[in-house]
């Protein structure tokens, strides 16, 4: 029951680690979800698959909405896979990988001129250990860290176009991921409590430009829902995170309009069919946002996961 | 009768057409060679979000024109484009065009437009 909870954790955290567009919509730390909370048991294979749709239309400026309006509107829609394996009771191996199926800006020009980039972003390759399992107290801690690979480090060119970073799948560079999980569980009432941080550390790409760091920190509740007029087995997920990013950088010094602090509400319902598999969707609403400079921000997202455990 | 004599006049004139073998020097069409004879904008001063539409002038054998920018986005294709400059990098953004022609032989020439 517990490792299924925990899945269902797994869903929420995969999805909300950053596809968004660089540096609020832009290509910021187009991260995989690399968060299959705690570890695996041994020969176990976890396969998860969702899908994720994004959307905004509103510039800020700081934390206030701006008049600027050279993009309309601007949305991506992206899949991926997340493979976790029990490489031991204690260690668990991770590949993150995804598709940009388009990611799409919308220019405010007569007629409106979309401009869309797509593509396969970075995938992440870590590893994972249980630091703390106290299963009398109910009361665990993993930790992972990782490696950001891209799939190219040639830019994403359309009909002759460089496009720009924000539309690019992937920023081409070499990173690191590292994370850390702590969940404790109220087995009595269904309810549990996550909380998870996730620091990524990107080098520069062969066009000299380098992301900003990102730091991700959520607290989550879950709770199973027991109602006897309710079919099935369901959990709704309560989450709130808080998504610090730090500029981008070139050899010419700082980005402007770049790097920013959000904080969202994601509510989550979760559906575990015969015990098997697991289908979750979630929505992302931003509740506070900052922005350096001039910025396109995020109005919503929506996510969709499906996900199943083997045994081997 | 007159078929016939439709068919050996078209064979006659088909014979009578003259091919000349014409030598084109490796690397270039020889009667058109790559020339990229300017790149250039109509503002040269933008603010964050304007536009500028920048013209590549260039002659030569199926041109094919790629470009690129070191901020802002390239809109359209070919040989002119639009440049929207965005509000992440103030300064002196340059655009880039390469100009490659059939035979792989190719030039670039870059304009430069303030951004503030």
């Known amino acids: 029951m517990f490792i299924r909870y925990i899945f269902i954790f797994l869903l929420a955290a995969t999805v909300f680690t950053d596809h968004t567009i660089a540096q609020c919509f832009s290509s910021a730390n187009p991260v995989g979800g690399s968060d299959n909370l705690l570890v695996l048991d041994k020969r176990s294979l976890r396969l998860i698959t969702f899908y994720r749709y994004n959307y905004g239309n509103q510039f800020y400026e700081g934390n206030e909405r701006s008049d600027f309006d050279l993009i309309r509107s601007a949305n991506y829609n992206y899949i991926g896979t997340l493979i976790g394996y029990g490489l031991f009771n204690k260690l668990t191996m991770e590949a993150d990988l995804g598709y940009f199926i388009n990611k799409t800006y919308t220019y405010n020009l007569d007629p409106p001129y979309p401009l869309s ?47 720009p970073v924000e539309l690019q799948p992937s920023i081409g560079a070499f990173g690191l991921v590292f994370q850390i999980f702590m969940v404790k569980e109220k087995s009595l009432t269904g309810s549990r409590y996550f909380l998870t941080s996730r620091l990524d550390v990107n080098s520069e790409n062969k066009q000299e430009y380098k992301l900003g760091a990102s730091l991700f920190s959520s607290i989550y509740y879950s709770k199973h829902l027991m109602f006897p007029w309710l079919k099935g087995d369901w959990t709704i997920i309560l989450q709130i995170r808080d998504e610090i990013r730090q500029k981008d950088r070139k050899t ?25 598999l697991n289908v979750s969707l979630m929505v992302d609403v931003p509740v506070y946002k900052y922005l350096n400079g001039t910025q396109l921000a995020t109005k919503y997202g929506i996510s969709l996961n499906l996900s199943r455990d083997f045994r081997l | 009768m007159k078929q016939s004599a439709g068919i050996l006049m078209i064979a006659l004139f088909l014979a009578s057409c003259e091919t000349e073998d014409v030598y084109v020097p490796e690397g270039n069409n020889g009667n058109n060679p790559l020339v990229f004879y300017s790149l250039t904008t109509d503002k040269d001063t933008l603010r964050g979000g304007e536009i500028a539409k920048i013209t590549a002038r260039a002659t030569g054998y199926t041109l094919s024109f790629a470009w690129s920018a070191t901020a802002g986005t390239i809109l359209g294709s070919g040989n002119e484009v639009n440049y929207a400059a965005c509000s992440c990098q103030s300064g ?24 503030h």
């Open chain 1, 117 to 163: 980039g797509s593509g396969f972003s970075s995938s992440v390759l870590s590893v994972k250990y249980g630091l703390i399992k106290n299963n009398e107290k109910r009361f665990f801690i993993s930790s992972s860290l990782g490696a950001k690979i891209p799939f190219s480090t040639k830019p994403v060119t359309r009909d002759g176009v460089e496009l």
């Open chain 1, 252 to 276: 010419t010094g700082w980005i402007e309009s770049t790097g920013s602090n959000i904080l969202y509400f994601s509510p989550q319902l979760n559906l575990f069919i015969k015990e098997k």
């Open chain 2, 92 to 115: 002196k953004n340059i655009i880039t065009c390469t100009v490659t022609d059939r035979s792989n032989n190719s030039e670039s020439r870059e304009v430069s437009i303030f951004v």
